[in-house]
Every structure is written in structure tokens, then in C-alpha cells.
């Protein structure tokens, strides 16, 4: 099948990919492995920032300003500066394509703060704003006639002879057939890996970062894969996230004596780095927003005592939540240059699967629905005009075939795979060694080496989940490798990235 612009991932990034590249005036075709809806992106619960100064003084230069502090030096600013200008336009877009914001009393979009920030910032639709985000998107994406198919598995990127990328292999999941679709740019948008940590993540079981293992196992360059971000409030026993909204509106983090022991809102690594050391003393932490009553939790925090009571069965407008430190969201990835194009030609990529480097070191809260709704607009744009450039479609020169070898199935990855995420949890986490670092990374290649060892146990062809979760847990391996070896070689703390003595 050939398209203009193929774009793998149909959440918040590839959507507004979708529709920028088809108001571009090309074909569009998204394939995505689960439903549009159920991208991770519709989990985003606090916000999304632009410096509209609705609720009190602000300004796009705080905005740039608090997120290159944030980012520890490793952000690019010109890349900073370009999507905080542009937040305000683009919230002013969600809003006019339907996006439900919470208003204020006199109508305007309604702001919160989140951590790192200096002024109340997020816009937001109560605690539920990934969602709305995600379903006006999709709604858009239809309403332009974007051709979305669902539960296509990217498989491997298809190179012409000249190494330029031309399409990808993908698997059906439905027939469990193997399809090649061509096109003149193909945008990745598959989203992060914070998945490889397994049970200690708040994200999505898809969330594996398949499309950063695909790229780079096709030459593509990726870029501070070490920063992983842990969110300070993960339900204790479940992981689920108690968002940052809950802090930001004014919620208190105590000890188990109940006493308040750092700064609520301070950047995300510096408040799980406070915790992970109370956990280590012996102490458990708590969440308290039961002096915010139960009105104003209702109004604006209802998912996370919808949450708490389901997860963790506590009310937060009467007990305190349990909470420990999980993996969260994942700084690294593709690098990108200033066109959203990859070190590949012909390959784009938008979204948490990117690194546009706006975040370095560690994201501020609120950030990430701005980057991918801004950038995925842009590489959508960008892709449309390289398509629009080039006659023809190229073809494939060769592709590689993981499947085609033969599994021996005595070693069972799901077992593996649970320790992986136990393994990078405690040696590849809030605090790493070189010695645990080196340990991991042991495991992770010993896992590679078994592979073929492996397999998927169930031979069906149609919908076979048992071979998609393998396949995931090849590609959680690669993305796990190429953190830990990002962690080995940065040598001093910075960020996400904090070393401590042997
Ligand atoms: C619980 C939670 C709360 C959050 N809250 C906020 C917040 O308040 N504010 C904020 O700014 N950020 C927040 N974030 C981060 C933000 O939601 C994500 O960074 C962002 O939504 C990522 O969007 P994306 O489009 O890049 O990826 P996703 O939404 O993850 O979409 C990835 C898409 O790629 C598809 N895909 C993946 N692999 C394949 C494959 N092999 N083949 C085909 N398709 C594939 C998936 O099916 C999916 O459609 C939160 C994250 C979590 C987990």
C-alpha cells in the first residue's frame, strides 16, 4: 500500500501530525497498534502550559526561562523558546476545535500550577485533560478525512537502496499477516518506554517504545536515553499516578510522623529524590489533600479520588494516599533536528518517541502535551512538504525478518520481563551506581542473548498477543541497553541522571 505521509501512532503527537500534514494537502495514513482513544495521551491528567496569565501575572519569557532551569543546561533554548511562544496559539487552536478547558468565573481558560513553575500555568479540563485533548483530536483528525487504521504492529522501518526510509513493515494484528506500506516521509509517533520499568511505571502497558527500538535497529541517532523521569506521586502498592495537580492546588507530601519534609513544587527529580531518601530511612510517605475539602476536590481533582478510592482504597477527602516514586516519562529519544527529522532521511518523529530537546535533563509538568501538540503539528507540516517534493515512491531494498528465525520457547520473557522492570527500578533509578548500572546492564544483554530461547507459545495467527508482548519485550530490551549505556557514559549528576558514590 502507498501513502504520502504514513505515520505510526495515533496519540496526541501523531494525531496533530495527521491533521497538519492533511490541511498540508497530501494523503495520510496512521497506523497504530491499540485505538486512537486509548493512547497513552488520554492519561494526562494536570495540564498543558502556555503563559496566558489568566489567573495571575505571567509571561512567555517565565515560561522558557522555568523550563530551561528545569532541564539543567541541556535544553536547546532556540527549541525552547519556539514551543513556549507558540503555547498560546495553541491552546487558543484546542480550544476553537472543541477542547473542554475548565474556564475561570469570568470565562477565561482556567490555570493551575504545577511544580517548577512560577506562575499558575497548565490549562486544564479538571483532571481529565489528556483525555479531552486526545478525543477533540481524534474527532478533528475524522472530521479530516485522516485515514487511521487500527491494530497495525510496526514491525521494522523499509530503507530504499540509498539508506533513505520509504515505509515500514507492520503486522496485522486481526489476520497476523505481515504488510508493507510505502510512503515519501513516514513520521514516527509512537510514544515513550517507561514501560521497560514494568509494574514501577504510571504508564501504559503499550507505552514499551517500540518505535525508538525500530529506529534506531534502522541507523537512526537517539539522544540522552538516561533521563528517565520519575513522578513523585505513584499509588504506593499500583503505581497509578495521583497527579501533580493534586501538589500544585496545594496538597502536602508528610512523613510518618506527619511531618511536611520538602518542597511540594519544587522539579520533579528534586522532590523524588526527597522522598526516594525518606523510603530509604524507613519512613512511609503520604499525600494529604484532605484540607483542600471535598467540594474542591470534586470540582477539580475527581479522577484522583476516583483513583485513590479504587487503587488504594482511601478517600482522599478523609485518609491520607500512600505514595512512593515511579517511572514516569522518558526524556530521551529520536534525535531530532530543527525540521523534526531524524538522523534518517525520510524519517520524522514527534511526540515522547522524540527528543526535540526541550526537556533535557528533567520535564516541568505540562509540558509534554504542549511538545506534542506543537512539534507533531510541525513534523506533520515538515513531512507533507518533503512528500510533496518527491515524483515517486522508492523501494525497498531489504528488510530484516526477527520472526522468521526459529524459537526453541523453554525460557518464558514474561517472567524476564517483570524483572527487568524490577532490575532497572532499583539500579537504574532515582539514585544509580556504576557498579548496578553495569550489573543491569549484564542482565538486559544476557536477555538479548536469549531470544531465541524465547518465543511466543501460542502459534495463532489471529490476534496473537502473546507475539505482540514478545515483540514488545525485544524492543524493551534495545530501549533498556541503550539507557543503561547512556547512564554508564554520563559521568556526573545532572537531572533525572543522579549518581552516588560506590
Ligand atoms: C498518567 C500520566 C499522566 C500524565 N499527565 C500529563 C500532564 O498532565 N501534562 C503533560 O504535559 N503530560 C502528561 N503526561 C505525559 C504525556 O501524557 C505523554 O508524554 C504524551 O501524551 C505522549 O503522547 P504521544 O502522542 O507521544 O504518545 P502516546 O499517547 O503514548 O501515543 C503513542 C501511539 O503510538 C502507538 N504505537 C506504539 N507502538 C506502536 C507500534 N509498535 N506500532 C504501531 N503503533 C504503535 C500507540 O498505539 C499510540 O497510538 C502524563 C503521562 C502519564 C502516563
Same mark, same amino acid.
Not at 303 to 312: I, N, S
Not at 403 to 414: G, N, R, S, V
Given at each position: ?213 525500530? =529506529?534506531? !535497529?534502522? @541507523?537512526?541517532?537517539? *539522544?540522552?536515553?538516561?533521563? #528517565?523521569?520519575?513522578?513523585?506521586? %505513584? ?125 533535557? =535533563?528533567? !520535564?516541568? @509538568?505540562?509540558?509534554? *502535551?504542549?511538545?506534542?501538540? #506543537?512539534?507533531?503539528?510541525?513534523? %506533520? ?122
Amino acid at each position: 500500500m502507498k501513502t504520502d505521509v504514513l505515520i505510526i501512532g495515533a496519540g496526541g503527537a501523531g494525531l496533530s501530525a495527521a491533521i497538519a500534514a492533511k490541511e498540508a494537502g497530501v494523503d495520510v495514513l496512521v497506523l497504530t497498534k491499540e485505538y486512537p482513544t486509548r493512547s497513552q495521551t488520554c492519561m494526562a491528567q494536570g495540564g498543558i502550559n502556555a503563559a496566558l496569565g489568566n489567573v495571575s501575572e505571567d509571561s512567555v519569557e517565565e515560561h522558557i526561562q522555568n523550563t530551561l532551569k528545569s532541564a539543567h543546561g541541556l535544553a536547546n533554548e532556540e527549541a525552547v523558546r519556539y514551543m513556549c511562544s507558540e503555547a498560546p496559539a495553541t491552546i487558543a487552536w484546542l480550544d476553537s476545535i472543541g477542547v473542554c478547558f475548565s474556564r475561570t468565573t469570568d470565562a477565561k481558560i482556567a490555570q493551575r500550577r504545577l511544580g517548577g513553575a512560577s506562575a499558575p500555568r497548565a490549562c486544564y479540563a479538571q483532571d481529565y485533560t489528556g483525555l479531552k485533548i486526545l478525543h477533540t483530536l481524534y474527532e478533528e483528525a475524522l472530521k479530516h478525512d485522516v485515514e487511521i487504521k487500527n491494530e497495525k504492529v510496526l514491525l521494522e522501518l523499509l530503507k530504499d537502496s540509498n539508506d533513505v526510509v520509504c515505509g515500514a513493515l507492520m503486522l496485522d494484528i486481526r489476520s497476523g499477516q505481515k504488510e508493507s506500506y510505502f510512503a515519501k516521509s513516514v513520521v514516527l509517533a509512537s510514544g515513550g518506554y517507561s514501560r521497560i520499568y514494568d509494574k514501577n511505571s504510571t504508564n501504559s502497558v503499550k507505552s514499551t517504545g517500540d518505535g525508538i527500538a525500530v =529506529a534506531a !535497529r534502522a @541507523g537512526a541517532k537517539l *539522544l540522552d536515553m538516561e533521563f #528517565v523521569q520519575f513522578h513523585p506521586t %505513584g499509588l504506593k502498592n499500583s503505581s497509578i499516578l495521583i497527579s501533580e495537580s493534586a501538589r500544585g492546588e496545594g496538597g502536602y507530601l508528610l512523613n510518618s510522623k506527619g511531618e511536611r519534609f520538602t518542597n511540594e513544587l519544587a522539579p520533579r527529580d528534586e522532590v523524588s529524590r526527597a522522598i526516594d531518601a525518606a523510603i530509604k530511612k524507613g519512613e512511609d510517605v503520604f499525600l494529604d489533600i484532605r484540607h483542600l475539602g471535598e467540594e474542591f476536590i470534586d470540582e477539580g481533582l475527581p479522577q484522583e479520588r476516583k483513583l485513590a478510592k479504587l487503587y488504594a482504597n482511601v478517600d482522599p477527602v478523609y485518609d491520607l494516599i500512600p505514595i512512593k516514586p515511579v517511572a514516569h516519562y522518558t526524556m530521551g529519544g529520536i534525535e531530532m533536528d530543527n525540521n523534526s527529522q531524524s538522523s534518517l532521511e525520510g524519517l520524522y518523529a514527534c511526540g515522547e518517541c522524540s527528543n526535540h530537546r526541550v526537556h533535557g =535533563a528533567n !520535564r516541568l @509538568g505540562g509540558n509534554s *502535551l504542549l511538545e506534542i501538540v #506543537v512539534f507533531g503539528r510541525e513534523a %506533520g507540516v515538515n513531512a507533507a512538504q518533503r512528500a510533496q517534493k518527491m515524483d515517486a515512491h522508492a523501494s525497498a531494498s531489504s528488510q530484516d525478518d526477527f520472526l522468521a528465525q526459529e524459537f526453541t520457547k523453554e525460557l518464558d520473557f514474561y517472567a524476564l520481563r517483570e524483572e527487568l522492570g524490577n532490575v532497572l527500578y532499583e539500579k537504574v533509578g532515582i539514585v544509580r551506581r556504576e557498579s548496578e548500572l553495569e550489573e543491569a546492564l549484564a542482565f538486559v544483554k544476557e536477555c538479548q542473548q536469549n531470544l531465541p530461547k524465547m518465543g511466543a507459545k501460542d502459534n495463532a495467527l489471529r490476534y496473537n498477543t502473546n507475539l505482540i508482548e514478545f515483540l514488545e519485550f525485544r524492543n524493551m530490551l534495545d530501549v533498556s541497553e541503550a539507557v543503561i549505556t547512556g547512564a554508564l557514559k554520563r559521568k556526573e549528576s545532572v537531572g533525572a541522571h543522579f549518581l552516588a558514590e560506590e
